[in-house]
């Protein structure tokens, strides 16, 4: 029988199996590209999915997001706040993220899911009923959020497929 962190692991570890599928041997132009004016790129869904995951599951950990212990957010050198995640930017905005390889995406990603592996691994099914954000009626448990976590990436790496079919069929 599976362990809820075994059953969470899996949900992670299914974005970054469909992270890489997205990326992987795109060039910047192709990561760049945007269907309108107003969509959304490869590089943003990804950078943004990453920045979620990284983000959301460091506060619940109580460890420092690895886009600045790490030094991401130099590598990238995007034009942002170092905390923003890619939540409610404008289209202007979205077309500031332009990524220079596929590399940096993955690598990014990479460790943002090694850290979260390593986090969900070690959580027992008693650690979930744990209220990580009171601001919410109800309060948000850990389970909620993690499944959150793993939901909206799901559904951005699905767009970033999306838009990879677009970009290899031109």
């Not at 075994?6 to 760049?32: C, K, N, P």
């Not at 109580?62 to 942002?80: A, H, K, M, N």
């Given at each position: ?34 269907v ?19 983000d ?5 950990a ?19 706040d ?89």
């Open positions: 029988m599976a362990t809820t962190a075994q059953l969470l692991i899996d949900g992670f570890t299914r974005i970054s199996d469909s992270v890489h599928r997205a990326v992987d041997g795109l060039d910047a132009e192709q990561l760049a590209f945007r309108d004016r107003e969509a959304n790129s490869i590089g943003w869904l990804v950078w943004h999915l990453s920045r979620v995951q990284d959301h599951v460091a506060e619940v109580g460890t420092e997001q690895v886009w600045l212990g790490q030094g991401w957010s130099d590598r990238f050198g995007l034009p942002f170092v905390h923003t995640v890619g939540y409610g930017q404008s289209s202007e905005e979205v077309g500031q993220v332009r990524v220079e390889s596929a590399d940096l995406l993955t690598g990014y990603f990479d460790a943002a899911h090694r850290q979260t592996i390593d986090y969900v691994r070690q959580l027992s099914d008693s650690d979930l009923d744990r209220f990580v954000d009171t601001a919410w009626d109800p309060p948000v448990t850990l389970a909620v959020r993690l499944v959150s976590v793993i939901s909206d990436d799901l559904q951005h790496v699905g767009q970033a497929a999306f838009v990879r079919g677009i970009v290899t069929r031109r």
